[in-house]
């Protein structure tokens, strides 16, 4: 399996390449990506590189993605004490997804909390309606990274799948 530093390495060149062919499209007339697309979808890439990477699940110890929360780290040990590593999180769509409502659980715990303690507390908003011109290649580049370090792992589309399969043949 790649270390950390590897699948950061595949991640950049993968970006690298797909940003050089985009961009050669695009000039051809092919395919029309503005600028804020394409800083949504590498915002969304680079985030689930380097800060929320499927190895969070390792988060009990020292992990890369962890460790690039700073003091924040601490918030990735409950999830990594409920993902076994390569389960759920190592899952191509589910996987993702878990670090997402993870997260959204965690800033609304820390918003509840601020509300309590300090109900006049101005909090930022999220845009309303939130455009799908956003949360589509912010989504994209997020769940491209993800798949890329699964591939780098050796771990196929129908993992999950195959992991519900064998305990069910277990229990039966």
Known sequence: MPSGRVHNLINIAAYSVLSAGV?????????????????????????????LSPDLDLAEGRV???????????LWVPYG?????????????LGPLTRLAYLAVIAGLIVGLLRFVWPDVPLPRL???ISLKVVVPLLTGYYLSQWLHLIADG????HGLRQARREVRKRC
Not at 26 to 49: D, N, W, Y
Not at 64 to 74: H, Y
Not at 81 to 93: A, D, I, K, Q, V
């Open 23 to 51: 961009l050669l499209v695009t000039r051809e007339g092919h395919l029309s990506v503005t600028p804020l697309q394409a800083l949504h979808f590498s915002l969304g890439f680079f985030v689930g590189t380097f800060l």
């Open 64 to 74: 890369d993605s962890k460790r690039r929360w700073g003091l924040l780290g601490f």
């Open 81 to 93: 004490m409920l993902c076994r590593h390569r389960g759920l999180s190592h899952t191509w769509l």
């Open 127 to 129: 845009p309303q309606p």
């Open 155 to 158: 771990v196929r589309p129908d």
